[in-house]
């Protein structure tokens, strides 16, 4: 048996250096929904919500709303909520398919919690799987030393739309980051580049139209299952299902067959899925700001505890899951021993197999080798 499975080692080894990259801009796609579901939450400092901060509320939905609409990104939200610091913290209630949580904060808190780690918003995401765990943070505040705040929104709502579409991060944060650098610019001395970088977008009720980053014109309409992952070549589809073969006959068994289909996954696609957990901040006029170590792995100080304790929930949960053990700990699920019998079959076709192997991997049930 393991004079076999060490051959199989050596075949699926030689047979990933066939996986032919696609020419594209794009990075892997794993998103496995067509619409994102997303809630935005303004959380005061005061003791109960005033009527300002209910304004607050509908402004910055609205704002999402057709800051989105302008990507023809599909999206769906849960009503709005305000509430305060506390509340969020033991009482919110997170929707089980949420898959972006926006939380404004209000100026004061905003000072506090974010501004103080030289932070006006950030957008981060944690985990392997692209559906979860989503967050828009940003200081609804007034002042010299950070963008707008509606400015800060539209931002990272890129960062989150791109990311989502399985952008290259030159794409991603370069891109973004420029257009950012020069709004502010822009905002002390006024040059013909800033027809270039600044939208109005008007909301209803009010007066004037507020300036957002244009989107990205490549992205507009894009979904994120557009996005293919690579050719993967006739020999290494061939063996893989010799493999199959060997599994649902018994000549391997479930935890050998997962480990076995480790092999899919490249190295560079490891690498991809490691690099899942990332943040891209935006901080204050002239200066990048903090980066993801800065805020959550930096050793003596407390800046995970002043902006992370906002998010109510466990930001990091899902890495430290999927890579406590190399090994398969977790049975193949039904429904997967299904469609590899479908799969020899032929009733579904190469293409939808791979998927199905790249999620179980994304779910961590099987782990590349």
Not at 259 to 276: C, M, P
Not at 353 to 369: A, C, E, H, N
Request: proline share 4%; hydrophobic share 35%; glycine share 4%.
């Amino acid at each position: 048996m393991a004079s076999r499975l060490q051959s199989i080692t050596f075949v699926f080894f030689v047979a990933l250096i066939l996986i032919v990259p696609l020419n594209s801009q794009k990075a892997n796609a794993t998103h496995l929904s067509d619409d994102t579901k997303w809630q935005l939450v303004y959380v005061t400092h005061n003791p109960t919500c005033s009527n300002y901060d209910f304004q607050n509320v509908s402004k910055y939905t609205e704002i999402t709303q057709k800051y989105l609409e302008s990507y023809h990104f599909p999206n769906s939200n849960y009503d709005s909520l305000c509430t305060t610091l506390g509340k969020l913290s033991y009482n919110y209630n997170i929707p089980k398919d949420l898959d972006l949580l926006i939380i404004m904060l209000d100026n004061d808190l905003g000072e506090e919690r974010l501004n103080s780690v030289k932070l006006g918003g950030l957008y981060a995401h944690s985990g392997l799987d692209k559906n979860l765990n989503h967050v828009i943070l940003v200081c609804d505040c007034s002042n010299f030393y950070y963008s707008d705040p509606v400015w800060t929104l539209s931002h990272e709502l890129s960062h989150f739309v791109l990311y989502s579409l399985n952008y290259d991060s030159e794409i991603i944060e370069t891109l973004v980051h420029t257009y950012d650098n020069t709004y502010d610019k822009c905002t002390k001395s006024y040059s013909s580049e800033c027809s270039k970088v600044v939208e109005k977008l008007r909301v209803d009720n009010a007066a004037y139209s507020y300036s957002v980053m244009p989107p990205y014109n490549s992205a507009i309409g894009v979904l994120a299952s557009e996005t293919q992952e690579g050719v993967i070549s006739p020999q290494l589809i061939q063996l893989n299902k010799f493999i199959t073969q060997w599994w649902s006959e018994g000549k391997i068994n479930e935890a050998d067959y997962g480990n076995a289909l480790g092999y899919l996954v490249s190295e560079e696609e490891l690498s991809d899925i490691k690099s899942r957990d990332i943040m891209f901040a935006d901080g204050p006029v002239d200066d990048p700001g903090p980066n993801w170590f800065d805020i959550i792995k930096y050793p003596g100080t407390n800046n995970k505890e002043k902006v992370f304790s906002i998010i109510p929930y466990d930001f990091e949960s899902d890495l430290n899951r999927v890579y406590e053990d190399d090994d398969l700990q977790i049975g193949l699920p039904s429904w997967f021993k299904q469609t590899a019998t479908w799969w020899l079959d032929d009733k579904i076709t190469d293409d939808e197999f791979t998927k199905s192997v790249k999620y179980l991997r994304d779910m961590g049930l099987i782990q590349p080798r």
